[in-house]
């Protein structure tokens, strides 16, 4: 744990006042912090616990001792501590309870004469770093270490090399540290750190010498712009049909999709250059007609997280989803056989469904578990088909019900409603107890002018007509 501060003072002036908190918390009172006692001593943080009695309170009085140096206490510092400590006993002719905090910890000969003390007398407190840590998660009730990666991960893909918690003004922070000195600040829950608390930031890159600060945040919103812009690009030379000269390219992206200048673009059509999707023949861009080499990866980035719909269902991107993909997803999935009898719904699935087509092209654990455990039977491999197309309508279903995609799906594939039965059946070991169907209809409706014309999803009673009665009507 680190004690932030502007000066060596500062810091050990912020120690006290979180001990001061952490003592105020465990029901003690009387706090005083740098109080001179008898001799001129000073005591860093004095107090009283009162416990109820028979008759009346007792009172016992604590002192503490707050070392928020960076190098270990040694034993000069130690005596005149467990000094005080006596004198304020022959002073209260009672027990003093005594607490040292020393944060960066105890040199051995100090450790070894706390040991020894022990055995003797329990009026003494030794308290690390460590053991201040524990005390102030419980103080400010801070997220744990494995919330703190999540989020942290949630923002960028830096390999994480420690995590510390410092402390300063009544405020925790999670110091998350990177590789090639760079590290993040987030809050006591895990929230990016706000402007208003900045100025600590000079005092967190003189404790630790972590390099220099990285706003995961921002850093975060670029990589995705990044990956917007390229994608952009993407769809929009599937929509001319596989190639477009550089002006007309960057016209499109600026009026299109977002202002980009012009070293911008460049940087972005260089990255899908790099993945090698695009090719550049002087001012000429074109997806790579290699596509069976780049099929997988190709589709992999432009349907994951951000998808741009403009190029679903156009006819360069259906062209690029044939039978030739079936051998990939095999592969894929470790072994799986897409056998005739549902070759065409796997292709009509993956073509019309983003999301079915990008589960195809991630292993499915319970399809590959098979294959990694050798368990091959007729039984197992025809399991692996029914639970392969069940997971790609799954796909399409919930892509049905994605509003951000109701017109690609309506107005695109000319899909107005899908009719789903189910059926339960309730069996006991020797029969059947009860069975039930019933049917779900879903239709994807157009709203008026006046509500702005969008699409929404819409429940379908059982007894409508079907979608071309209505329109023969």
Same mark, same amino acid.
């Given at each position: ?6 000066? #060596?003072?500062?810091? &050990? ?46 009172? =016992? ?5 707050? $070392? ?35 944060? #960066?910890?105890? =040199?051995? =000969? ?56 410092? *402390? ?5 922070? /999670?110091? +998350? ?16 750190? $706000? ?32 990956? /917007? ?21 960057? $016209?499109?992206?600026?009026?299109? *999709?977002?202002?980009?200048? @012009? ?26 007609? =290699? ?18 719909? &403009? ?12 039978? %030739? ?7 894929? %999935? ?55 197309? %069940? ?14 995609? #109701? ?7 000319? +899909? ?17 107890? /009860? #069975?039930?169907?019933?049917? @779900? ?33």
């Amino acid at each position: 744990m680190i004690i932030l501060g502007e000066s #060596s003072d500062d810091r &050990g002036t912020q120690l006290e006042e979180l001990t001061k908190r952490i003592l105020v918390s465990k029901g003690y009172n009387n706090i005083v912090t740098n109080h001179i006692g008898p001799g001129g001593a000073e005591i860093d943080v004095s107090a009283d616990f009162s416990r109820p009695g028979i008759v009346g309170n007792h009172t =016992n009085r604590l002192i503490c001792e707050c $070392k928020a140096y960076k190098s270990v206490i040694d034993t000069t510092s130690w005596m005149k501590f467990l000094g005080k400590v006596f004198m304020e006993e022959v002073r209260n002719k009672s027990e003093v309870l005594g607490c040292f905090i020393a944060l #960066s910890g105890v =040199n051995g =000969n100090v450790s070894g004469n706390y040991d020894e003390l022990l055995k003797h007398r329990n009026n003494i407190t030794l308290i690390t770093g460590e053991n201040l840590l524990e005390t102030t998660r419980e103080l400010y009730s801070l997220a744990d270490i494995e919330s703190i990666t999540h989020i942290t991960s949630n923002f960028t893909d830096r390999p994480i090399r420690m995590i510390d918690i410092c *402390y300063y003004r009544n405020s925790v922070y /999670f110091v +998350i540290a990177f590789n090639n000195d760079e590290y993040t600040l987030l809050d006591s829950n895990g929230g990016i750190l $706000k402007p208003s608390d900045a100025h600590i930031l000079s005092m967190i890159e003189e404790s630790l010498s972590t390099g220099s600060y990285v706003n995961i945040e921002e850093e975060q919103k670029a990589k995705r712009r990044s990956i /917007f812009i390229q994608k952009a690009i993407l769809t929009e030379l599937m929509l001319e049909n596989g190639e477009v000269d550089k002006e007309k390219l960057t $016209k499109s992206i600026n009026d299109k *999709y977002v202002p980009c200048e @012009e070293t911008e673009f460049n940087k972005e059509i260089q990255l899908l250059i790099e993945k090698k999707f695009v090719y550049c023949k002087d001012v000429l861009f074109y997806i790579n007609k =290699n596509t069976d080499d780049i099929f997988v990866e190709l589709f992999r980035f432009l349907l994951n997280d951000i998808i741009m719909t &403009g190029a679903l269902g156009c006819e360069y991107y259906d062209g690029l989803i044939t039978h %030739q993909v079936i051998p990939k997803i095999e592969e894929i %999935q470790k072994g799986l056989k897409i056998t005739d009898d549902i070759l065409e719904i796997v292709m009509y699935l993956i073509r019309i469904s983003p999301t079915a087509l990008i589960k195809s092209l991630y292993p499915e654990p319970m399809i590959v578990s098979h294959y990694e455990q050798q368990l091959k039977s007729q039984q197992i491999e025809l399991f692996d088909r029914e639970y392969f197309v %069940q997971m790609i309508y799954e796909g399409f279903l919930s892509d049905f019900n994605n509003p951000k995609l #109701s017109r690609y799906i309506r107005e695109i594939r000319g +899909i107005a409603e899908v009719e789903k039965s189910q059926i339960i059946k309730i069996k006991s070991k020797e029969k059947l107890l /009860f #069975s039930n169907e019933w049917v @779900e209809r879903k239709a994807i409706g157009q709203m008026t002018d006046e509500y702005g014309g969008q699409y929404v999803n819409l429940l379908v009673l059982g007894n409508q007509p079907e979608p071309w009665e209505e329109t023969n009507n």
